[in-house]
C-alpha cells in the first residue's frame, strides 16, 4: 500500500521555525520525486518546493518561500522535510506532500496531480 504520511505542522508565531516531514512507503522512493504543496482556505494550491534525486538532485522552491524554507531528504529513512524559517501568517495552510514519477517540475499549476498524495497537515502561524 502507497502511504505518503506528513507530519510537523502545528501553531507557530510569525517569524518562527516549523519542520515538515513525509515519510513514503510503498513504492520505490528513489524513482520519485517528492513535492510540497499547500492550500489555504478559499485560495488555489500552491507548489511550494520539490526535490529529486533519482540521478542527480533537482530542487524547486516557489519564489515565495526562496531563502525561508529548505527541502531535503534521507533516503535511508524514505522521508522528506521541509525546514521553514522565518514563518509568515500568509504561510498558513493544509500542507500536502506528493510523489511524481516524472521528476520536479518547473512550475506547478494548480490543476497539477501527482502519482500519489499525502493527507496534509495544518501549518498556522499567527500575527
Known sequence: ????????G???QA???????????????????IGWFRQAPGKEREGV?????????????ADSVKGRFTISNDHAKNTVYLQMNSLKPEDT?????????NGCRGSYPPEYVADYWGQGTQVTVSS
Open 93 to 101: 495552510a493544509v500542507y500536502y506532500c506528493a510523489a511524481d514519477l
Open 15 to 33: 517569524g518562527g521555525s516549523l519542520r515538515l516531514s513525509c515519510a513514503a512507503s510503498g513504492f520505490t522512493f528513489d524513482d520519485y520525486a
Open 1 to 8: 500500500e502507497v502511504q505518503l504520511v506528513e507530519s510537523g
Open 49 to 61: 518546493s520539490c526535490i529529486s534525486s533519482s540521478d542527480i538532485t533537482t530542487i524547486y522552491y
Open 10 to 12: 502545528g501553531l507557530v
